[in-house]
């Protein structure tokens, strides 16, 4: 199906399907079956399975901007929402009719994409995204531009891409690269920017054995994309002797496939990633030692999860396990404005479709989703030239 030019809604319904949104901006709906989805030009809203989507731009008269600032590690700011937005509001539990919410989180809507979907492949294409994998195992990439992408239910391989992408026409600078400004802070609207949030990992399902049901956020793929030698077929990860392949589609995904170095869509740019609960690979490639406006990796104490990035570098803020007060109300506000729920405080409701797709590891999750033994390659850092860009 392609929506070509134009504003579309394009619902996949059952069996496997491929959605072209096409220039404009679009909402796409995989719905059920295992679909590919790409979005195209244009600030699109992707769900790989069912839910309920609804837009608006932001302005002055909404009095919906907010910035929440985090004074200690990381030690960001975030400006959310901010005036000229094109706003998604998006639940993974509900549907929508004549711009409103139908069904609730005690009565979700039939199939809701929360609990029930196939397994995905996501592209954004060029500018703002809006993804939300939904369940399944999913592969999902918000491309150029920066993107809110949200792996929900599932173990699931998630990129933000290149933010700033010099193949559109971008001017990048080293500060563009990171959506900086002159002092150093993230600029308003954060244009380049990505959002990242893992979700909730598999429990059960091939993906343990592949993955230890883990999510792998911004992860450059190992290897060439050489079917049988230099990635594998498989879903997972495969060990040969001396070496280990990475999927082929994982290639595909980030445009690895190709001999062009200068088209490829993994961890470029400057990312805010969060694994939520169970198992989480991150990756970043900007880092340094001491304070520096590299990547985020945020997660759960210990080495439950696996922290990856390009050079050996200590006390950056780039590798962040902490769980404070400020930090809960920083994420779920960060998730909010990313557009993940109805209202401001669906994020910290139990129940609620974004409680499940920011996942944030309360001290009440921490033995069933956020502590364990030690990821089995840690330590995982210091992964170069793997975790660095091309």
């Known amino acids: 199906m392609w929506g070509d030019d134009g504003d579309d ?53 909404d009095d919906l901007s907010f910035t929440v600032t985090f004074t200690q590690v990381p030690a ?17 539990l509900a549907d929508t009719e004549a711009g409103n919410w139908m069904f609730s989180d005690d009565s979700p809507a039939p199939h809701a994409g ?36 949200f792996g929900a239910h599932g173990a699931d391989v998630i990129w933000g891409g290149r933010g700033c992408d010099p193949n559109l026409g971008d001017t990048c600078t080293a500060d563009d690269l990171s959506d900086r400004d002159d002092d150093g802070n993230i600029s308003n609207g954060e244009k380049w920017l990505d959002h990242v949030f893992g979700g909730t ?28 030698t230099g990635c594998t077929t498989a879903q997972w990860p495969e060990e040969t002797p001396g070496t280990t392949l990475d999927p082929c589609a994982w290639f595909e995904m980030t445009e690895k496939h190709d001999a062009n170095p200068a088209n490829d869509q993994h961890h470029h740019g400057t990312d805010w990633i969060y694994g939520g609960w169970d198992r989480d690979i991150l990756q970043a490639d900007v880092g340094a030692n001491g304070p520096n406006p590299g990547d985020r990796l945020l997660d759960w104490n210990g080495a439950f999860n696996l922290y990856t990035h390009c050079n050996a570098a200590y006390g950056g803020f780039n590798d962040v396990r902490q769980h404070s007060p400020t930090m809960n109300d920083w994420f779920t506000k960060l998730a909010y404005g990313s557009g993940a ?12 479709s974004a409680f499940r797709e920011l996942a944030y590891v309360y001290q009440a999750d921490i033995r069933d989703h956020g502590a364990g033994r030690a990821y089995p390659t840690t330590p995982g850092h210091f992964d170069d030239p793997v975790a660095c860009s091309d």
């Open 114 to 149: 929360l609990t029930e979907g196939g397994s995905d492949r996501i592209r954004g294409g060029p500018d703002r995204d809006s993804v939300h994998a939904g369940f399944g195992d999913d592969l999902a990439n918000g491309d150029s531009g920066g993107d809110e992408v």
């Open 201 to 228: 990992g598999a429990t059960d399902g091939p993906s343990i054995e592949g993955a230890l049901g883990a999510d792998l956020l911004d992860w450059n793929p190992r290897g060439s994309h050489d079917p049988g």
């Open 76 to 92: 960001e700011t975030y400006f959310g929402l901010p005036v000229g937005t094109l706003d998604r509001r998006t639940d993974l």
């Open 9 to 61: 809604r394009i619902w996949g319904q059952d069996a496997d399907d491929q959605i072209f949104g096409e220039n404009g901006h679009d909402d796409l709906f995989g719905d059920l079956g295992d679909d590919q989805l790409f979005g195209g030009f244009g600030e699109d809203a992707i769900l790989g399975d069912r839910g309920g989507v609804l837009g608006e731009y932001v302005d002055e008269s």
């Open 341 to 352: 729920s109805r209202d401001a405080d669906d994020s910290s409701t139990p129940g609620s």
